[in-house]
């Protein structure tokens, strides 16, 4: 399927105005075929539609390589029966795509005894709800999840950010050293998310997280926009405060920021410098996916359009 919006398409010559109505013409085919991502690209699968063979026919269909699973058919990643696993991976098996994450909600929970939650922030649960005494058995299911699938990373998160974060940083750091350890032993990396609600939100509090935790499998899932809502410039002084050996995995999504509050828009049309930071990922040697995370409610609250647009803007970007 290829739709009429007309959207910003990034091509490697530059910023062209597309009606992409998919008629075989020469003219259009000639751009799509020039688009060829230098850096693989992926999406959250549930950012199309809860439906997972939508979802799926829609990222090939633009080009995408791999998937993140977070929710199927509405339901958490975490909470799927055997049944659906299985139906799950038939799917992705079916279409050649790749699963590079599962994106699961790990320690996006109250750390106990910490400082009031920010109440500023929105807590996006993702049709999920455990306490920070499941997070155990959480884990474990997530490890065996990612086997099943042959998926490499586990994100996670660092509990929901408090009026004082810094006094969160202990607990932080003791619940992804044993996260880390428990992973190791499974050949997995734990994705540590910066993420505008929880505690480490910015590449400065995640560098402090790095600093302090060696683990080789603890990397980081890089999100500038979520970097850009928490007060930092993202790209280029936030990212370069990261060791780019230990960023794992990227999501994009783009907005601007009025007041505290993200303004969402179609991926390389806002205030994120997306042309800049994918250099700087293929000039350092990046070896993960870009995977998008659109957000964008899209043109009159369409979802799936926002992220077909936003996913083709991906691949123009990829391939400069």
Avoid at 41 to 60: C, G, K, Q
Avoid at 131 to 138: G, H, I, K, S, Y
Avoid at 215 to 224: E, M
Wanted: include cysteine.
């Amino acid at each position: 399927m290829v739709t009429s919006q007309l959207f910003f398409l990034t091509s490697p010559i530059s910023h062209i105005a597309v009606d992409l109505l998919w008629n075989g013409a020469p003219e259009t085919r000639a751009i799509i075929d020039s688009m060829q991502p230098k850096i693989p690209i992926a999406a959250i699968t549930d950012e199309f539609s809860p439906d997972l063979e939508t979802s799926l026919d829609a990222m090939v269909e633009i080009g995408m390589t791999g998937a993140e699973l977070r929710l199927l058919w509405g339901k958490n990643i975490m909470d799927l029966t055997a049944d659906e696993l299985a139906k799950a991976k038939e799917l992705l098996d079916a279409r050649n795509l790749q699963v590079i994450s599962i994106a699961s909600p790990i320690l996006k929970c109250v750390l106990p005894g910490a400082p009031d939650v920010d109440t500023r922030f929105q807590h996006d649960v993702f049709a999920f709800k455990h306490t920070f005494d499941d997070q155990p058995r959480l884990a474990e299911h997530a490890f065996k999840i990612a086997h099943l699938f042959g998926a490499k990373i586990i994100r996670v998160f660092s509990f929901w950010r408090t009026v004082q974060p810094e006094k969160c940083f202990d607990g932080v750091v003791k619940s992804l050293d044993q996260l880390c350890r428990s992973a190791a032993a499974e050949g997995l990396i734990i994705g540590l998310e910066n993420e505008n609600a929880c505690n480490i939100a910015t590449a400065s509090e995640t560098k402090s997280v790095l600093d302090v935790l060696s683990h080789p499998n603890l990397k980081v899932v890089w999100d500038p926009a979520n970097c850009l809502i928490s007060g930092e410039n993202p790209f280029p002084d936030g990212y370069r405060l990261l060791p780019p050996a230990r960023v794992g995995h990227v999501h994009i999504k783009d907005c601007h920021v009025e007041g505290h509050t993200p303004v969402w828009g179609p991926v390389g049309t806002r205030t994120i410098d997306w042309k800049g930071q994918i250099a700087a990922l293929k000039a350092d040697g990046y070896p993960g996916y870009i995977s998008l995370e659109t957000h964008w409610p899209g043109p009159g609250g369409n979802k799936y359009e926002a992220s077909w647009i936003s996913g083709w803007n991906l691949r123009g970007l990829a391939s400069m």
